[in-house]
């Protein structure tokens, strides 16, 4: 069974620009949530995503945004970066009951490290 | 609203003493509660879950947690600490919102060191 991955694990960016992170999910799992993880802090929820439609979004700002596929793969797209947007950047997926509830249990990637210069 | 403390930014033992890294919980509905531990450059990797079938719940590599309802309490341990377990831990929670939607409020860490 394949894990959670992530592309790429490093990008560096400057100020203004935009950047595309992108999370295939495990294998039979269904929802995408993505989260940000600032230096020495904990993950913060950015939004979750479930049939290809956003299901529940964190406080961040609209120039975060996120798309899910047919295939359950994501991608986080974060426009006019900001110094402070540097960060690891975390995508985990989990599997929908068969009556269609979410499960709690969320598994996590290795991360993206974006630093914004 | 659901939050998390936990109430040590860095914990240190020596190798083979025991391990308490402790987690108080705040949340408006039945709590999912988690352990999730990071290591360097690394993502997290889930460590136990409880969802109220036992107050006291095993997990991977000798952990182990217990719920405390009345204390709010869901507290970390293992019996010997080993160097492999120098990490990040998080405790997290996990909560139906009014949206129908569950959402991961993690706390902001423990870093646990291991001296030989």
């Known amino acids: 069974e394949t894990g959670v991955t992530q592309s790429p694990t490093h990008l560096i960016k400057t100020r203004g620009q935009q950047v595309t992170l992108r999370c295939s999910s495990q294998?039979?799992?269904?929802?995408v949530s993505w989260y940000q993880q600032a230096l020495g802090q904990g993950p913060q929820f950015i939004f979750q995503?479930?049939?290809?439609?956003?299901?529940g979004r964190g406080n961040f700002p609209p120039r975060f945004s996120g798309l899910q596929f047919p295939n359950y793969s994501s991608e986080l797209n974060v426009n006019a970066l900001e110094l402070d947007d540097s960060a690891l950047y975390l995508c985990?997926?989990?599997?929908?009951?068969?009556?269609?509830?979410?499960?709690?249990?969320?598994?996590f990637g290795p991360g993206t490290r974006l630093t914004v210069l | 609203a659901q939050s998390v403390t936990q109430l040590d930014s860095h914990v240190s033992v020596s190798e083979g003493t025991p391990v308490l890294l402790r987690c108080n919980y705040s949340s408006s509905y039945s709590p999912s509660l988690f352990w999730y531990v990071q290591h360097p450059n690394k993502g997290l990797q889930l460590l136990l879950k409880y969802t109220s079938a036992a107050t006291l719940v095993k997990g991977i590599n000798g952990f182990e947690a217990e719920f405390k309802k009345s204390e709010t309490s869901f507290h970390l341990t293992k019996p010997s600490a080993h160097m492999s377990d120098a990490a990040e831990y998080f405790c997290?929670?996990?909560?139906?919102?009014?949206?129908?939607?569950?959402?991961?409020?993690f706390g902001s860490g423990t870093r646990l060191q291991v001296q030989p």
């Open positions: 294998s039979g799992h269904n929802t």
């Open positions: 995503y479930y049939r290809e439609e956003e299901n």
């Open positions: 997290v929670v996990s909560s139906l919102q009014d949206t129908g939607r569950r959402a991961l409020t």
């Open positions: 985990a997926s989990s599997p929908r009951t068969s009556g269609g509830a979410l499960t709690d249990t969320q598994y």
